[in-house]
């Protein structure tokens, strides 16, 4: 039987109908219509579909969604400024050619947004070990972590969040 | 990939999350952190009738340690916290290596201590380090709770102890005697995302003069459909002064008691090299460090 839920996704709510067999990732894309999460393998080991619950990096693809009332979750759609100013995550993912495909892309930008709110200043490793559960077939990952690291000094000298 | 249709139930206090279980029986799942049951019911290989999500019980979440007496870890506990408890790190070292190598950072953030047991994979992170540290577990419903070790809990693939009506609520874990340390190792195919194709967990105590073995519990993981206590590597090493040479003994013994299968990720003879490999070396480290302690 259907419910009418609220959702804070990107500080915005939105009333949606679900079942309570719906997971996440098909709330936010198919009802919500924001189609930047992706879903890879649908079993949480690509991390496609990794959002922010709280703050905190998680598969969307694995949360029902009538469990996440209340809590706030954050989409690739939320990072960018209102006037579409990138994200320097964003940014340096585009400066750096860590963007190939794109379909990892929103789930990596998620983790190393959850990594440097925790850790501003990651080394390489922290960095490897933050992401190692988003894959990705395209850059074999070096621009992606060097895209990291470069986001890393652009928000600590920009005071950026 | 769809889940089958099911009610759902979120209660907040444990009594009616055990209320639930009681009256719902076999055809209700706990729904911990998801990350096992949500794919199995993708696999069509459970189809619960309901679902008891035990996330806002806040009765069974949290880690608490008193001096003395030990910790006490919920079972909603996430492996995230686990992971970054300072106390955690300090007193159950094993276990904080265990927590940090489950899954990825999005499996952590989810995946709670309780479903890691209650899941009961062979080659599971948490199960090996925690027989080490000597947990017991606590398991409750409406008639009140029960305790048990955890090596007892556990019976097999998939398979716990749990009886209908039941929750696994809560672990405990004794203070560590002075003198001890534990470690935890493991090998797999690579080093990140990857199930182990071994693991291994040591807690060691040396006596006073720094050198007599005093205790030791060496328990391995992946080698068997639960986890595996050594009964040989504390009779060749307690008592007796640490030396690499004993501790290859006692490596070559357990690595004789395993008695792992060879499947998709690793061979059997593989596994058991594996196993006196990772003893031989965690032996060795929890000893180096045992020293510092003394």
Redesign the interface.
């Known amino acids: 039987m259907k419910q009418l839920i609220a959702l804070d996704i990107n500080d915005q709510i939105y009333e949606v109908p679900v079942d309570p067999w719906d997971l996440l990732s098909d709330v936010i894309r198919k009802k919500v219509r924001l189609t930047g999460t992706k879903k890879g393998c649908e079993q949480g080991d690509c991390g496609a579909c990794t959002v922010l619950i709280n703050g905190q990096a998680v598969l969307s693809c694995l949360t029902l969604a009538i469990a996440c009332q209340g809590k706030k979750i954050t989409t690739i759609e939320g990072l960018a400024e209102q006037d579409g100013r990138l994200h320097p995550i964003q940014q340096s993912f585009v400066d750096y050619g860590a963007v190939q495909c794109g379909f990892c892309t929103s789930g990596m930008i998620l983790s190393s947004k959850a990594l440097l709110d925790s850790n501003p200043k990651p080394g390489r490793e922290e960095i490897k070990r933050a992401l190692s559960g988003n894959l990705c077939r395209c850059t074999g990952y070096k621009k992606i972590i060097e895209a990291v690291e470069v986001a890393s000094e652009t928000m600590s000298k920009e005071g950026v969040k | 990939?769809?889940?089958?249709?099911?009610?759902?139930f979120?209660p907040q206090a444990a009594k009616d999350a055990l209320d639930l279980c009681d009256r719902l029986g076999a055809k209700a799942k706990i729904?911990a952190g998801?990350?096992d049951l949500?794919?199995l019911m993708?696999d069509k290989l459970l189809k619960p009738e309901y679902?008891i999500?035990i996330?806002n019980v806040d009765e069974f979440k949290g880690i608490f340690y008193e001096p003395g007496k030990g910790a006490v870890i919920g079972a909603a506990t996430k492996i995230?916290e686990i992971e970054r408890s300072e106390i955690i790190r300090e007193k159950y070292f094993a276990l904080h290596q265990a927590a940090g190598e489950l899954?990825?950072?999005?499996?952590r953030?989810?995946a709670t201590i309780g479903g890691n047991i209650c899941n009961a994979s062979p080659a599971a992170e948490t199960p090996t380090p925690l027989v080490a540290l000597g947990a017991k577990v606590v398991i409750s419903s409406l008639s009140g709770d029960r305790e048990m070790p955890l090596e007892e809990f556990i019976l097999g693939n998939g398979e716990t102890a749990l009886a209908e009506g039941e929750i696994l609520t809560k672990f405990l874990l004794p203070e560590p005697i002075s003198g001890s340390v534990s470690r935890y190792g493991y090998i797999g195919l690579r080093?990140?995302?990857e199930i182990d194709a071994v693991n291994l967990a040591v807690n060691l105590a040396l006596g006073e003069d720094g050198r007599i073995i005093k205790q030791l519990k060496l328990v391995m993981g992946s080698v068997f459909p639960r986890p595996l206590v050594s009964e040989e590597a504390p009779e060749i090493l307690i008592g007796k002064e640490f030396s690499a040479e004993l501790a290859e003994e006692a490596a070559r013994a357990a690595s004789s008691e395993s008695k792992p299968i060879s499947d998709i990720r690793a061979s059997a003879e593989y596994r058991r090299e594996i196993v006196a490999v990772l003893s031989r070396r965690l032996l060795q480290e929890a000893f180096s460090a045992a020293q510092g302690e003394v």
């Open positions: 990939m769809f889940l089958n249709h099911f009610e759902y979120a729904l998801g990350t949500l794919n993708k679902l999500d996330n995230s899954g990825s950072v999005q499996v953030n989810m080093d990140a995302m």
